[in-house]
């Protein structure tokens, strides 16, 4: 298994060596990492290279894009298996190898739990909740969606965040890969869970699968206004790119 890791970035110079130094701790390391500077205006790159880590650019703004340049750029270079996280989270350090066992059961795509970092800001009781919360709301409403039922769905929807998500690079390939869209425009996971519905049922949600999220996000927009934009982006904040 050649594993991949793969992390979208703009604009993450004050944040991003915690992730890297989650990754650096992973007690599974046989795993290439690298870095998708998505037309950064901070330091981020440089950063990144003062790791040790690869860089490659992607000029287009979005999730979907810079994360689609990232998978591609690893099968290229001999990439079997896939995982991406995000620039503001932190894997826990068994992360990689529960990936790795997961694909070694037969799954051929695999989500994980996303719960709130507590190392950015004192967590509130509600916000320590809120997070899982929010992702078993949203499980819940996509089992339900109507875009998300169909009978040429091979399987049951199942939520899979992308910064906390791992695909065969054969599958990535056959499922025509992460939309290449802004992160306010598709939910970039979502349209890729769909994707692979319609051609294997292999795919699934595991539990010891976890990284630790941004709560910046939910500071920021509030309450009611992360709920909304999880929710097929009902709103739609002035400034998208929380920093």
Same mark, same amino acid.
């Given at each position: ?17 915690? /992730? ?8 599974? =390391?046989? !795993?290439?990492?690298? #870095? *998708? +500077?998505? %037309?950064? $205006? ?75 970092? /507590? ?8 916000? =320590?909740? !809120?997070?899982?919360? #929010? *992702? +078993?709301? %949203?499980? $819940? ?103």
């Amino acid at each position: 298994m050649n594993l991949w890791v793969i992390v979208p970035a703009y604009n993450e110079a004050a944040g991003i060596e915690a /992730t890297l130094r989650a990754l650096a701790g992973q007690d599974d =390391r046989d !795993f290439t990492l690298v #870095v *998708v +500077d998505n %037309a950064s $205006t901070d330091d981020t790159a440089e950063i990144v290279r003062r790791h040790g880590v690869e860089v490659i650019t992607e000029t287009r703004k979005g999730t979907g894009a810079a994360s689609d340049t990232g998978m591609r750029h690893a099968i290229a270079h001999g990439a079997t298996h896939l995982a991406r996280t995000d620039a503001d989270c932190l894997p826990r350090p068994d992360w990689v190898r529960n990936i790795r066992r997961a694909f070694g059961d037969g799954l051929e795509m695999v989500g994980g739990r996303l719960v709130p970092r /507590t190392d950015e800001f004192p967590l509130k009781f509600w916000e =320590r909740r !809120f997070i899982p919360f #929010v *992702v +078993d709301v %949203a499980a $819940t409403f996509g089992r339900y969606r109507p875009g998300n039922r169909s009978p040429e769905y091979l399987g049951p929807y199942v939520m899979m965040p992308g910064a906390t998500l791992a695909i065969t690079a054969a599958l990535y390939e056959r499922a025509g890969g992460f939309p290449r869209t802004a992160i306010e425009e598709v939910h970039e996971d979502r349209a890729l869970v769909n994707r692979v519905r319609k051609l294997t049922s292999a795919y699934g949600s595991r539990r010891d699968v976890v990284v630790f999220g941004s709560v910046r996000r939910l500071r920021a927009y509030g309450l009611a206004g992360t709920l909304a934009w999880y929710a097929d982006h009902r709103y739609q904040p002035e400034v998208i790119d929380i920093r």
